[in-house]
């Protein structure tokens, strides 16, 4: 299958800093990207939908003043957590969709890490 | 909106025992359904999907899925689980209106007992 690469797999930061995390597709196009949060124990979260050269779709609940999307290529997002808490915590999955017209099959990255201390 | 349950938060199981999972949805129209599953450390990785036509499907390592319209239910199954199936498992839905997105199902850990 096709492979989507996050990075940093884990990040450890301070409170009040910001941390970008990256989402590749490394063998296919994704006009679609989608940036999940999940929760221990939990179920993955929508947090926002990005297409390439537009402005995300974020869900409702969701700051997009502070997690902040760009999808400036067919192959990276990236998702910025400004001035980030304790709150923010969290294990931060990406999936890219394989261009096309009907709906297709999404594939995930590993997953980043983020802690904030 | 969609929304999607799946019953059993954690199975435990003994090598060779049968396995059922069950998936329910709340969505009336057109929907794509799918089965993931992550393994300790690893990413999701898709064990089947149906879209459309016969309502059983099957995936990979020997899992398969079957499709009630009529009960909204997409349950898992695999006759014969291993100690390497022991991992989190997911249950997720794309309904035809809500493009590309996936709604996720609250997850069950499956335990297998050499």
């Known amino acids: 299958g096709a492979v989507v690469s996050q990075h940093p797999s884990w990040v450890i930061c301070k409170s009040g800093t910001s941390v970008k995390i990256e989402c590749r597709s490394l063998?296919?196009?994704?006009?679609?990207m989608f940036w999940y949060r999940q929760f221990p124990k939990q179920s993955l979260m929508l947090m926002a939908t990005?297409?390439?050269?537009?402005?995300?779709?974020?869900e409702q609940g969701v700051e997009k003043d502070k997690f902040l999307i760009n999808h400036a290529s067919l192959t990276l997002s990236t998702l910025t957590v400004t001035s980030a808490h304790p709150e923010d915590s969290s294990f931060y999955i990406c999936s890219a969709r394989l261009a096309g017209g009907r709906y297709t099959e999404a594939f995930f990255g590993q997953g980043t890490r983020l802690t904030v201390v | 909106a969609q929304s999607v349950s799946q019953h059993n938060h954690h199975v435990i199981l003994s090598e060779a025992a049968s396995l059922e999972l069950g998936c329910n949805y709340s969505y009336g129209g057109t929907v794509n359904l799918f089965w993931y599953v992550q393994y300790p450390g690893q990413h999701l990785q898709l064990l089947l999907k149906?879209?459309?036509?016969?309502?059983l499907v099957k995936g990979i390592k020997g899992f398969e899925a079957e499709f009630i319209k009529s009960k909204f239910s997409f349950n898992l199954r695999k006759p014969s689980v291993q100690w390497s199936d022991t991992a989190e498992y997911f249950c997720?839905?794309?309904?035809?209106?809500?493009?590309?997105?996936?709604?996720f199902g609250e997850g069950t850990q499956l335990t297998v007992n050499p």
């Open positions: 997720a839905v794309n309904a035809a209106t809500s493009g590309s997105r996936l709604t």
């Open positions: 990005s297409n390439e050269g537009s402005k995300a779709t974020y």
């Open positions: 063998d296919f196009q994704a006009t679609t």
């Open positions: 149906y879209f459309s036509g016969d309502p």
